[in-house]
């Protein structure tokens, strides 16, 4: 998926006026909140069944509505662990993982200038064109595909697949959360797991920027299935620049200068998140943000995206087992999309 495709970096970093409103976040009007209202209604009706927050979640939601973060270190015990990592490796191994995938090894400096300067950005079919992905047809094991095409990550989608990494996913103490933060049910938009490896050439999410899914609602969880530190890209946020929208706000990526001059390396503002396998961290990615990329070894981190959406004009980014759904709670129900049951 992408939004903006530049000619030149100092483009993609710099963008007329004209596009820079598109791009500022800010909170909503009152009509734009009526809306919504009435836009969104069965996620602000599904809120009535919404579990009633302990102390300890009303404590953690309030952390998050202050700093816009909210690290779980330990959320997921150790056994959970073990089967999480041994599930993402045998999805890998089958090659079920994302393809067509962009091979940083089919990349040539000089033939592709234009999309390295433009940091990778363009859609699945713009890259097959360019010639510079690699298909189910092409791999025939996950050391061959990783040697013959240096991908910069793998994507598994494991909520097909697995019971463990639907509970995780949809673990009511957190939805709770997630749920009253938002001030609605949102939908779990996407959910995947994402293996990172060390690339040559960065992307744009490597740079500062906001997420722009949905401008007045998001929020987003990443779960640790690795040790994460400096070495195997941490992610990094500004606390509190979801609430900030007057700094540095109505662009789609900021220079590191314009971020390290307001909030300098090693302030507090700046969480960087080295952290232990079985991390959660809870985020509002409205605010500032980036992604770090391994130099060594790899991570393996698992996404979820929760906006508010309409069923009905819904496209499934990822597939949830029909039989799997009969038996969730109605609270969990609500957060996934009919239209991605098989
Ligand atoms: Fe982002």
Not at 26 to 49: G, I, K, Q
Not at 83 to 92: G, K, T, V
Not at 259 to 273: A, F, I, T, W, Y
Not at 290 to 308: C, E, I, K, Q, T
Request: charged share 25%; hydrophobic share 40%; net charge positive.
């Amino acid at each position: 998926m992408y939004v903006l495709i530049a000619k030149t970096p100092a483009l993609a970093l710099s963008v007329p006026n004209s596009i820079e409103s598109s791009l500022r976040l800010r909170p909503p009007r009152w009509h734009e909140r009526a809306l919504r209202r009435l836009r969104f209604r069965d996620c602000f009706a599904h809120a009535r069944h919404a579990p009633v927050l302990d102390s300890s979640q009303q404590y953690m939601l309030e952390e998050l509505r202050s700093e816009g973060t909210l690290i779980l270190p330990g959320h997921i015990n150790s056994a959970t662990v073990d089967i999480m990592r041994s599930e993402i490796q045998s999805a890998l191994e089958s090659l079920d993982f994302e393809m067509p995938c962009l091979a940083q090894s089919r990349l040539d400096p000089a033939r592709h200038v234009q999309l390295i300067r433009n940091f990778l950005y363009a859609s699945p079919e713009e890259l097959r064109a360019l010639g510079v992905t690699f298909d189910k047809e092409d791999v025939s094991s996950l050391t061959q595909a990783l040697t013959d095409f240096q991908p910069a990550w793998l994507t598994a989608y494991m909520l097909e697949r697995s019971e463990t990494f639907r509970k995780v996913w949809l673990d009511e103490r957190i939805l709770a959360i997630v749920a009253e933060y938002m001030g609605l049910v949102p939908k779990l938009a996407e959910a995947y797991v994402r293996r990172n490896f060390p690339t040559r050439y960065w992307t744009m999410n490597h740079y500062w920027h906001r997420d722009l899914n949905d401008r007045f609602q998001l929020l987003k969880m990443f779960v640790f299935l690795t040790d994460c530190s400096v070495e195997t890209g941490p992610h990094e946020f500004i606390r509190g620049s979801h609430a900030d929208m007057e700094r540095l706000n109505g662009k789609r990526y900021f220079f590191d200068e314009e971020v390290d001059q307001l909030h300098p390396v090693g302030s507090r503002k700046r969480l960087v998140s080295e952290v232990k396998v079985g991390t959660v961290i809870l985020e509002d990615t409205r605010g500032l943000h980036r992604a770090r990329m391994p130099n060594s070894a790899f991570r393996d981190l698992g996404y979820a995206v929760f906006v508010p959406l309409q069923d009905a004009t819904t496209t499934g980014l990822y597939r949830f087992p029909r039989r799997a759904y009969g038996s969730l709670s109605k609270f969990q129900r609500a957060f996934i999309p009919v239209c991605n049951l098989v």
